[in-house]
């Protein structure tokens, strides 16, 4: 016998326990599927390797929905200033500039997803299958079938891509994808240094790719170094000493004297965009609809962005006695978040590519942005703005409004 719901979410990382959250208390009878449940927290476990820069918009989500408290009750970063510089033109944004204690909180993925995991056993109306494996995924004509591998069959109205890059609902929809490789990786490590707990989040711009550090408690901070494939897989193989050497010489002195090092690993650069978000009784969101430079760690947050915007698009057409798997519907959403997507998108690969370009004319030019940018206070806070996600058309939990 098939289980039937309004709506299945398949993923239940950041984004699908978001969309999951999101509808919780609403009219609507919810499945959230997750494999694999994050380990638990303890405060005295090393920081993990995967964490994101919240933006100012995400917190808001994740507060509106009921969750937010429970990552500040585990561990987080907040952040006020952030330093962007090549050699002669430097810029560094505050959020006190524009009335605001943050520009944004860095937090480990599984802290967040933790916290959403557990917000959602609070809701009668959204049923948790964690740990559940899928075993198969069926479309036809507008109707989705999972069957999970303990024989459970699961059917919606509306059926949620939360599954990441790879996603197999994506596949077996047959969504096409876009996407190309940077020929890049970025490198992270996670290190202790003799700084005490920073504020400020950096990035420098030099001929083999940008070098970032992102705060984390006390005195650590993870640090992202973009290299090629081979230099990154050469830094791998360095005993810590070795890479604490290598860091030292390659990074700038606001990075303090690295103590030790706590962890490292690395990951391709790849942008990859669906070519459409939604089909019948289907829609697509993070990951499963997108995958961005993450130069400014936008990722997770406009993956946020569609999990709101998707649950106000469903709960407002549920309100209006609409079919929810309807086209129309759905289309709404795809309509509100793949072009603003796709604008996120190419800011940051022409980012990426004006800098990575080493032409001494284009170097003076973008030095003299940085410059320019460092000195015109409008344009600087509107740039701090759009990095806060407080800029565009927001959907309503972005705004710390309820959708219920």
């Known amino acids: 016998m098939t289980k039937q719901y309004d709506v299945l979410i398949v993923g239940g990382g950041m984004v699908g326990a978001t969309v999951a959250c999101a509808l919780g208390n609403s009219s609507l009878n919810v499945a959230l599927i997750e494999q694999t449940p994050p380990q638990e927290f ?3 476990q090393a920081h993990d390797m995967r964490v994101s820069a919240l933006s100012i918009a995400s917190q808001k989500i994740l507060e509106t929905i009921g969750a937010w408290n429970a990552i500040i009750n585990m561990r987080n970063c907040p952040f006020k200033r952030m330093r962007v510089w090549e050699t002669a033109g430097d810029t560094e944004f505050n959020s006190t500039s524009i009335d605001y204690d943050e520009l944004g909180y860095i937090v480990e993925n599984r802290v967040t997803q933790l916290a959403l995991l557990e917000r959602v056993k609070d809701f009668s109306n959204v049923t948790l299958l964690c740990p559940s494996k899928i075993k198969n995924l069926q479309y036809q004509a507008g109707n989705c079938t999972v069957e999970l591998e303990d024989g459970t069959q699961l059917s919606a109205k509306v059926t949620v891509g939360a599954d990441g890059g790879q996603s197999k609902l994506r596949q077996v929809t047959n969504i096409g994808v876009t996407s190309w490789d940077y020929q890049q990786h970025a490198m992270v490590i996670n290190v202790e240094t003799d700084y005490e707990q920073q504020d400020i989040t950096w990035q420098r711009f030099v001929a083999t790719g940008p070098q970032a550090f992102l705060p984390l408690s006390g005195k650590n901070g993870s640090i992202v170094w973009y290299n090629t494939p081979e230099s990154v897989k050469r830094l791998k193989t360095l005993e810590h000493e070795a890479l604490i050497d290598e860091m030292t010489a390659t990074f700038p002195d606001c990075l303090g004297k690295i103590t030790k090092v706590l962890g490292v690993a690395s990951f391709p650069l790849k942008r990859q965009h669906a070519q459409a978000y939604v089909k019948q009784g289907i829609a697509l969101v993070g990951d499963a609809a997108h995958m961005i430079n ?8 406009i993956g946020l962005l569609d999990a709101a915007c998707l649950a106000e698009v469903l709960l407002d057409a549920d309100r209006a006695g609409k079919d929810i798997a309807g086209i129309a519907v759905l289309k709404r959403y795809e309509r509100l978040r793949r072009n603003e997507n796709l604008k996120m998108m190419t800011v940051m690969d022409v980012f990426y590519r004006v800098f990575s370009n080493q032409s001494t004319p284009l170097k003076i030019l973008r030095n003299l942005g940085l410059g320019l940018a460092e000195r015109i206070t409008p344009l600087k806070n509107k740039v701090m703005r759009g ?18």
């Open 294 to 301: 993450p130069l400014a760690g936008q990722g997770v947050n």
């Open 42 to 44: 303890s405060p005295e």
């Open 387 to 404: 990095a806060m996600g407080l800029e565009g058309r927001l959907p309503k939990l972005a705004k710390g409004e309820a959708i219920l």
